[in-house]
């Protein structure tokens, strides 16, 4: 097959065309003007590739310089050609001769420009490893909490009710006490008591009279007709406690006093009936005892609501700034027949709840405006500590202490200036010279000396390990 060139033909394109072709024997026609095919090179690149793809090569072409180059190249070119060419080499005139050896030499040169290229190109580089210098820290950070948006502003309301037993007791009285009194009139006329009037003992235990008595005044004693002595008027009356219950039963002569008369009074015999039953009832130990229940329970009962809200959020809740209020709705009055006594109370919680990775990067945001400027931190060692709630004029804000490791900042176009041509035994010394450089070290290179020229240097720098 035959295949024309033309003179802006690429190396590629010629290679290309050739491997696209079926057959075995290929004849390539060159132009009277070679353009790239003058360059050596490529034709001993044509050779190479055809013998690749199993091709036989001719080129047929009236140009000397291309003949020639063809040949040294180990390709075969056209019979007839090639005796026209060595007739026409004979003909040619100095000014060709010179001109040829003009392109000839600017062809050496641009090879060997090629050549040194590839070789400093081609040349393995150096690498090195550099470990950045670290520092540990420990900072306290303040945080608004209204600007925080790791944090989230949490209000719960519940009613919380605690029972006690009762403990109080109540004497209640169930039975009057009854019993009789004997009134004494020391006057002459007789006196009429009404049903009702109230007679007492000394510890002023009141009875009243059940019945209307009439009390006879003084009656003289005779014997055989001579008066002998006074007899005061007497009477027997009914009576019953005013109050029922045991207190009413008093014993004999116990009742001495008699309201609004003047007779003497006595009871000659004990009263008697009065009962008493005892209640359970509410006492303000009781009370007392329910509130302090309300108030141990009521942190309790807010977070365990609160927890619940917050369940599946990444939210946790920030114990330090839990607030409870209590506002009491109700309890048992005092005294009042029960068997438990409550207490009951409107509870409400206040507080904040943290997304602890929202505020692990606000930290690290916050710790780039304190660390030092040639320093970055290394987020995997970064541990928050303790939290505590303060109140500041603008309101309130989150104090935070944090420890961490941070890392210095290397600069490969630094190290590299530093170590290019230094001998690799003091890469020691030149990393401890270093600030931002913990240590250096090569990777499989058995050289003394590292290159000079930083071309030829790769560095590589490592995270630090901790």
Same mark, same amino acid.
Request: aromatic share 4%; with cysteine.
């Given at each position: 097959?035959?295949?024309?060139?033309?003179?802006?033909?690429?190396?590629?394109?010629?290679?290309?065309?050739?491997?696209?072709?079926?057959?075995?024997? *290929? !004849?390539?026609? &060159?132009?009277?003007?070679?353009? #790239? @095919?003058?360059? /050596?090179? %490529?034709?001993?690149?044509? +050779? $190479?590739?055809?013998?690749?793809?199993?091709?036989?090569?001719?080129?047929?072409?009236?140009?000397?310089?291309?003949?020639?180059?063809?040949?040294?190249?180990?390709?075969?070119?056209?019979?007839?050609?090639?005796?026209?060419?060595?007739?026409?080499?004979?003909?040619?005139?100095?000014?060709?001769?010179?001109?040829?050896?003009?392109?000839?030499?600017?062809?050496?040169?641009?090879?060997?420009?090629?050549?040194?290229?590839?070789?400093?190109?081609?040349?393995?580089?150096?690498?090195?490893? *550099? !470990?950045?210098? &670290?520092?540990?820290?420990?900072? #306290? @950070?303040?945080? /608004?909490? %209204?600007?925080?948006?790791? +944090? $989230?502003?949490?209000?719960?309301?519940?009613?919380?009710?605690?029972?006690?037993?009762?403990?109080?007791?109540?004497?209640?009285?169930?039975?009057?006490?009854?019993?009789?009194?004997?009134?004494?009139?020391?006057?002459?006329?007789?006196?009429?008591?009404?049903?009702?009037?109230?007679?007492?003992?000394?510890?002023?235990?009141?009875?009243?009279?059940?019945?209307?008595?009439?009390?006879?005044?003084?009656?003289?004693?005779?014997?055989?007709?001579?008066?002998?002595?006074?007899?005061?008027?007497?009477?027997?009356?009914?009576?019953?406690?005013?109050?029922?219950?045991?207190?009413?039963?008093?014993?004999?002569?116990?009742?001495?006093?008699?309201?609004?008369?003047?007779?003497?009074?006595?009871?000659?015999?004990?009263?008697?009936?009065?009962?008493?039953?005892?209640?359970?009832?509410?006492?303000?130990?009781?009370?007392?005892?329910?509130?302090?229940?309300?108030?141990?329970?009521?942190?309790?009962?807010?977070?365990?609501?609160?927890?619940?809200?917050?369940?599946?959020?990444?939210?946790?809740?920030?114990?330090?700034?839990?607030?409870?209020?209590?506002?009491?709705?109700?309890?048992?009055?005092?005294?009042?027949?029960?068997?438990?006594?409550?207490?009951?109370?409107?509870?409400?919680?206040?507080?904040?709840?943290?997304?602890?990775?929202?505020?692990?990067?606000?930290?690290?945001?916050?710790?780039?405006?304190?660390?030092?400027?040639?320093?970055?931190?290394?987020?995997?060692?970064?541990?928050?500590?303790?939290?505590?709630?303060?109140?500041?004029?603008?309101?309130?804000?989150?104090?935070?202490?944090?420890?961490?490791?941070?890392?210095?900042?290397?600069?490969?176009?630094?190290?590299?200036?530093?170590?290019?041509?230094?001998?690799?035994?003091?890469?020691?010394?030149?990393?401890?010279?270093?600030?931002?450089?913990?240590?250096?070290?090569?990777?499989?290179?058995?050289?003394?000396?590292?290159?000079?020229?930083?071309?030829?240097?790769?560095?590589?720098?490592?995270?630090?390990?901790?």
């Amino acid at each position: 097959m035959t295949i024309w060139l033309q003179p802006e033909d690429e190396l590629n394109t010629i290679i290309h065309r050739i491997q696209a072709t079926s057959d075995a024997e *290929v !004849t390539l026609v &060159v132009p009277g003007e070679g353009g #790239v @095919l003058r360059d /050596p090179v %490529a034709w001993g690149t044509v +050779a $190479q590739y055809a013998e690749r793809f199993g091709k036989q090569v001719m080129v047929d072409t009236e140009d000397p310089v291309v003949r020639e180059l063809v040949l040294k190249a180990g390709l075969s070119v056209a019979g007839e050609e090639l005796a026209a060419a060595a007739g026409e080499k004979e003909d040619h005139d100095k000014a060709s001769r010179t001109r040829t050896m003009v392109e000839r030499l600017s062809v050496v040169l641009l090879i060997a420009a090629a050549c040194l290229a590839l070789i400093y190109f081609a040349l393995p580089k150096v690498t090195l490893i *550099v !470990t950045p210098a &670290v520092a540990p820290f420990q900072h #306290v @950070l303040n945080f /608004p909490l %209204a600007g925080l948006e790791a +944090a $989230q502003a949490l209000e719960v309301e519940l009613t919380l009710v605690r029972r006690t037993p009762a403990t109080g007791q109540k004497v209640l009285g169930t039975a009057h006490a009854v019993g009789e009194v004997v009134l004494i009139n020391q006057k002459a006329e007789s006196v009429l008591v009404p049903r009702g009037t109230v007679v007492s003992t000394a510890s002023e235990t009141p009875f009243q009279i059940t019945t209307d008595v009439e009390v006879p005044g003084v009656e003289t004693q005779y014997f055989m007709g001579i008066p002998v002595g006074i007899q005061a008027g007497q009477a027997v009356a009914p009576i019953k406690a005013v109050a029922p219950g045991s207190a009413g039963n008093v014993a004999e002569g116990r009742v001495v006093y008699i309201a609004g008369f003047d007779l003497d009074v006595r009871n000659p015999e004990p009263t008697r009936g009065g009962a008493d039953t005892v209640l359970q009832v509410s006492s303000e130990d009781d009370l007392a005892r329910a509130r302090h229940m309300v108030e141990r329970d009521a942190e309790q009962a807010i977070l365990s609501k609160l927890s619940e809200e917050l369940t599946g959020s990444p939210y946790k809740l920030l114990s330090g700034t839990l607030e409870i209020e209590l506002e009491w709705e109700g309890h048992t009055p005092l005294g009042e027949e029960t068997e438990d006594v409550f207490a009951a109370a409107k509870v409400r919680g206040r507080g904040y709840a943290l997304d602890e990775g929202q505020l692990a990067r606000e930290v690290e945001q916050g710790l780039a405006a304190v660390l030092p400027p040639d320093h970055i931190l290394l987020p995997h060692t970064l541990q928050l500590g303790d939290v505590e709630l303060g109140m500041a004029s603008t309101g309130p804000f989150l104090q935070l202490t944090v420890e961490g490791t941070s890392r210095a900042v290397v600069r490969a176009e630094e190290v590299a200036d530093r170590i290019a041509g230094s001998a690799v035994a003091d890469l020691g010394s030149i990393a401890e010279d270093m600030p931002a450089v913990g240590a250096l070290h090569v990777v499989d290179y058995a050289g003394e000396y590292l290159p000079r020229l930083k071309r030829l240097l790769s560095i590589e720098v490592q995270e630090p390990v901790l």
